[in-house]
């Protein structure tokens, strides 16, 4: 290697190390690698992509299966630092998918917190040697990719995430048997359902879906229950006084019961908000309680779209809304 090289090599490693030392443990530092290189947005970003690659970080993936194998697209980056959003320059996407995605690579789906069997990656969005797996009109583009699934999955659904990396163990398991869960569900139609603009005694016209959920919230479980009806709504424009089409409840345990710590009703069609429905819950920032998601209950509409529900100060909030757009311009 020439003396040259070996310099500039030195001053590169300076640079980087330099970067890491300003931004602590070199999380995404977005504010100040832009300020650093203000002049230069291609720089700026390119040099933002590099250290936050460079630390490895472990990526969470939206699955969505198909008839020859499955679809991943990276959602966000999950961790001891929380779950954050991911935000790179065409560069940077590039990257992520050499070096998560390319064929051979191993994902770990997870259902109910637990890791099922790895899946593996047939190709990536911008495999060498062949063209891209779609193409987009936008400056910046999220990457797809396409991975290959073993035979124990035709046994059963594909769970919705998967991450490059192992999430932690769960701190906490089911506390609920069947009595606890209807006498935790046994007021809704009188005392909360009225309140979402659901009539008493029309609860028995939709169709119930309850999920226990490990949350160790106040000693025991959470319940998601979501409630839905089929019937259509009337052929008009504003449907004045109709009751909601769906409810989306989360029951927490409190001192006199449970009590709903989340609550999400809508009509649905074509003037409301979409109808919800649950996918799964999975720890995101390694405190070992599970964060809770949720999707649109038509997925065709927008199958990546997911909200990522954190329980805090007594109540779910929305953490994170990842709206499956793939187009950043």
């Known amino acids: 290697m020439s003396p040259m090289l070996r310099r500039t090599r030195r001053l590169q490693a300076a ?66 630092q929380g779950l954050r959003a991911l935000k790179f320059t065409q560069a940077g996407w590039r990257r992520l998918d050499a070096d998560y995605l390319v064929a051979g690579k191993t994902l770990t789906p997870y259902r109910n917190g637990v890791a099922e069997e790895p899946v593996r990656m047939f190709r990536g969005m911008w495999q060498p040697g ?9 400056p910046v583009v999220v990457p797809i990719a396409r991975a290959i699934l073993s035979s124990s999955y035709n046994r059963g659904a594909l769970p919705p995430f998967a991450t490059s990396g192992q999430r932690p163990p769960l701190k906490y398991g089911p506390t609920l048997d069947q009595a606890a869960i209807n006498r935790a569900l046994a007021n809704i139609g009188t005392l909360v359902a009225p ?27 959470s319940l998601v229950v979501e409630y839905n009806d089929a019937t259509p709504l009337p052929d008009t424009l504003k449907p004045y006084g109709e009751r909601p089409r769906q409810m989306i409840l989360i029951l927490d345990k409190g001192t006199y019961g449970f009590k709903p710590g989340y609550s999400y009703s809508t009509l649905g069609g074509r003037n409301a908000a979409p109808k919800l429905e649950y996918l799964d819950f999975l720890d995101v920032d390694n405190d070992g309680v599970p964060e809770i998601m949720l999707g649109l209950k038509e997925r065709q ?29």
């Open 15 to 80: 640079a980087v190390g330099g970067l890491c030392l300003a931004f602590g443990a070199c999380d995404d530092g977005r504010g100040s690698l832009d300020r650093l290189f203000k002049n230069d947005p291609v720089v700026s970003g390119w040099a933002r992509d590099s250290v936050i690659l460079a630390s490895n970080p472990e990526v969470l993936f939206r699955v969505m299966p198909d008839p020859g194998g499955a679809y991943v697209v990276p959602m966000a980056s999950v961790g001891s």
């Open 130 to 138: 062949t063209g891209p797996l779609d193409t987009l009109n936008c």
């Open 195 to 221: 309140s979402s603009g659901i009539p008493p005694g029309q609860l028995s016209r939709y169709e119930r879906q309850v999920h226990q959920i490990p949350s160790g919230v106040n000693g025991s479980s």
């Open 301 to 329: 509409l927008a199958p990546l779209y997911t909200i990522v529900l954190r329980y805090e100060n007594d109540a779910w909030r929305e953490l994170y809304r990842f709206t499956g757009n793939r187009c950043d311009f």
